[in-house]
């Protein structure tokens, strides 16, 4: 393993990611186990002490949950920036370029950073690999390692961490956070993490550590017990949405051509009034109530205390991609990754509050594991088309079994198309400029489909 000679005198960026993606992706496998063994913390804490554990100490804030979690990553992101801290981000999936995943203040990580990271990572992983191959990083892992590496090089003075799949055995989970979040539970992942809303929060209550606050947004009595359960356990204070955090009012409104929200925010400290959002729906609401939720427990904890005002420039200026995005007009186009049957619910009902239309017409695409038939009642019979298709991804789901389902179950008979830009030159040929196009489902169609609206 130590051994210089073979090891390349630089790596470029292209053979980083070469050798990235020759290592096992379970964001593409259409099926695996779950459990210590395929997903196990101590290769990761392997892996970490190896590069001088870059996360020990890292001052963070940990986000897991159902749905919520990637636009509440972002929201606290943004807050912090503005406050003027160095701030890193790490989320997942990515919609066009995997250096998404990894951002300082808004920027995606540089390709020779990227690549120097790797070149260290290199050695380790090689050897693993021929003498230990189950022992080996995952492409996950290594993507998590990478962005801890990269914050503390850079010396970031906070970073906002999402949790990839559930909470407990993802690689995220061997730092200490300052203040956890479990957004929500719901039923995703089933075949993995549990088919009970008991199991999956048991998974997701994974993150939480001794003494550390969890803010949480959770509702079901079922995951809800679970959550205070582990906090007892863990002597970790709870803040809960609904409880010590409200949203008192929500007022939706269109600011310089963009659909937004003004929000008023009550939490135990305080009330936030006149928050403008740049987003749609009562979710993003109730996700904006638990970053400041998260903020009021930092100032708490004399860890960090940003005035109110600069919080409501920071969620003002607010960025989400793909979270119920308009990405065009005339017609309306709206980008989303609805892959639950509860975000699926959010959408339907911010599309039917928030914009006027004449027809829907839908583009569906979904992974192979999701509760597909709970996700489609959601949506399909409000569409006055439906257009069908996939990902490149391997864990797509076959346009010919959601067909058979629609047909099945809601008697409409959906077109179909093999490749995300032929639904989108489907969409549009059938569309008026009154009508709307929504793309929706899997993050993978909605990467496949930003690319292609910017060949527009």
């Known amino acids: 393993m130590n051994n210089q000679q073979d090891?390349?005198?630089?790596?470029?960026?292209?053979?980083?990611?070469?050798?990235?993606?020759?290592?096992?992706?379970y964001e593409k496998l259409i099926s695996f186990q779950y459990n210590a063994s395929t997903f196990s913390l101590d290769r990761m804490k392997k892996l970490l002490a190896y590069i001088r554990n870059p996360h020990i100490g890292l001052p963070c804030i940990h986000i897991t949950g159902t749905k919520g979690k990637g636009s509440t990553a972002i929201m606290t992101a943004t807050v912090m920036e503005c406050a003027g801290l160095i701030t890193g981000l790490f989320t997942s999936p990515h919609l066009i370029d995997l250096k998404e995943r990894i951002q300082i203040n808004r920027q995606k990580i540089p390709e020779a950073e990227f690549a120097s990271i790797m070149h260290e990572l290199q050695p380790y992983i090689r050897h693993l690999q021929e003498t230990e191959p189950s022992a080996s990083p995952t492409f996950f892992e290594i993507l998590t390692a990478i962005s801890m590496v990269y914050f503390k090089r850079k010396r970031t003075e906070m970073a906002v961490l999402e949790v990839g799949l559930g909470g407990r055995l993802d690689s995220t989970n061997v730092v200490v956070p300052m203040v956890s979040i479990i957004t929500n539970v719901g039923l995703d992942h089933t075949a993995i993490l549990g088919n009970s809303l008991s199991s999956i929060a048991y998974e997701k209550a994974g993150i939480i550590k001794h003494r550390v606050p969890v803010v949480s947004g959770i509702d079901s009595a079922e995951a809800l017990s679970v959550i205070e359960n582990t906090c007892r356990e863990k002597d970790a204070p709870l803040y809960l949405f609904g409880r010590d955090i409200r949203v008192e009012a929500v007022k939706h409104l269109v600011k310089d051509g963009?659909?937004?929200?003004?929000?008023?925010?009550?939490?135990?400290?305080?009330?936030?009034?006149?928050?403008?959002?740049?987003?749609?729906?009562?979710?993003?609401?109730?996700?904006?109530?638990?970053?400041?939720?998260?903020?009021?427990?930092?100032?708490?904890?004399?860890?960090?205390?940003?005035?109110?005002?600069?919080i409501r420039e920071a969620l003002a200026s607010l960025h989400c991609p793909a979270r119920i995005e308009v990405v065009a007009k005339n017609p309306t186009i709206i980008l989303d990754f609805a892959h639950t049957a509860d975000s699926m619910r959010f959408l339907k009902e911010t599309l039917i509050e928030n914009f006027t239309f004449r027809r829907l017409i839908l583009i569906l695409g979904f992974s192979q594991d999701k509760d597909l038939n709970n996700i489609l009642k959601e949506i399909v019979m409000e569409a006055d088309?439906?257009?069908?298709?996939?990902?490149?991804?391997?864990?797509a789901a076959p346009p010919e079994d959601l067909y058979e389902k629609i047909t099945k179950l809601y008697g409409k008979h959906p077109d179909t198309a093999n490749t995300v830009q032929s639904a989108i030159t489907m969409a549009k040929q059938m569309a008026s400029k009154e009508d709307m196009i929504c793309i929706t489902g899997s993050a993978y169609v909605a990467g496949e489909a930003r690319q292609a609206l910017d060949t527009w």
């Open 258 to 310: 963009t659909q937004g929200m003004r929000c008023m925010i009550k939490t135990w400290r305080g009330s936030y009034d006149n928050i403008y959002l740049p987003l749609v729906g009562i979710h993003q609401a109730k996700n904006c109530a638990l970053v400041l939720g998260t903020f009021e427990i930092l100032r708490e904890q004399d860890n960090l205390a940003v005035n109110p005002d600069i």
């Open 7 to 25: 090891k390349p005198i630089s790596l470029s960026y292209q053979d980083a990611l070469a050798f990235l993606y020759k290592t096992i992706d």
């Open 385 to 395: 088309s439906i257009i069908i298709t996939r990902s490149k991804n391997p864990r």
